[in-house]
């Protein structure tokens, strides 16, 4: 099949002394790495919506596509049959296990939900079949719950009970589809849950709402069986002011008032990070200590930019402590790591694409396998370790068995304890981490 990225052949894996810019310098996908391969690790999908839909356009530019894709004009359902061609060459030709859509991605909006539906499922009939032919698997589906007018007040939280019950339609129907997909994972990005102000906004009620919506998502994967894991991608504002699902700590609390923290985990993006004013790695941290990590959407943002950039990782040094924080968690599981980016808008070129992914592939890879040297010497693990030490001892043991107040007072008394400052080593951390980079 001849499609725009037909220009090159199958991105391999070269090393890292290579010069061919159409090659992966470090993520050789079979390399085992702390017993198993690094595709298994990093199970790395590329999406659907910046590769294939975004046409370059910017809230500065009047009209028309600034990139040419032959599927941005003709019969809307021909040409998502096209645009569908020409993704899985792209997903073939980089060698990408995964993939990732939302259903206005791959299909267009019909004038009735029925409609809709019916376009979805003539494109997903289509994609089931070449993921057949590929191999390419699912990564993660999703339900575009922010595009449309109906959702500029929100899905699950809008004010009108209509768009709720529209949302749910729309939900459930890409839930089983990620279902006959064999998706990994089904994602709920709430980017209209929330408020432009407060003014006008119930937001008690709006909370116990978007509790009913996940509660409802929850219920039926059970019915129908999904085996995937559900998943919150937590963003703190844009496009809304303000929204519900701010960061990892955010979601687990509102996950635990509804009783859904251990039906839902959270899908960490490195540039929602940092617009929470978090680092990528304290979200990472906070996910696995409190037992929702899932997935991953790999990106990054613009130091001099305070907004969602969508940038491909270029930094491998940046990704080390979150990359460190997952190995401690076992991997991500039934998670992967998504290609949440896309070119500048002056990379017209389809070939600019290819070299986005492949570089963001090369970062990723080149930050675990630092990471995985590090963690495999045992050497920071055991500077941790001995930190903490005084917590394996008997006073330790017995604070965490739960210790009063009045008998630690009484401890403390007749033990004379005095404990003095400690150095954190700080500098002799980095300085060892910096041996691994
Ligand atoms: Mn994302």
Redesign the pocket.
Known sequence: MNTVYSIVDSIRYEGPQSSNRLAYRWYDAQRVVLGKPLVEWLRPAACYWHNFCWAGQDPFALGGNLFERPWFSGEPLAAAQMKLDAAFDFFQRLNMPFWCFHDRDVAPEGTTLRESNAYLDAVLERAALKMQDSGVQLLWGTANLFSHGRYMGGAATNPDPEVFAYAAAQVKHVLEWTQRLNGANYVL?GGREGYETLLNTRLAAELDHYGRFLAAVVEHKHKIGFKGTLLI?PKPQEPTKHQYDYDSATVYGFLKRYGLEGEVKVNL?VNHATLAGHSFEHEVATAAALGILGSI?ANRGDEQLGWDTDQFPNNHVALVPAMLEIIRYGGLGAGGMNF?AKVRRQSIEPTDQLEGHIGGLDTLARAFLCAAALHESGELDRAVDERYSGWSGELGRHIEAGASLDDLASRVHQLGLSPQPRSGRQERLENLVNRYI
């Open positions: 990005w991608e993006e959407d949440d």
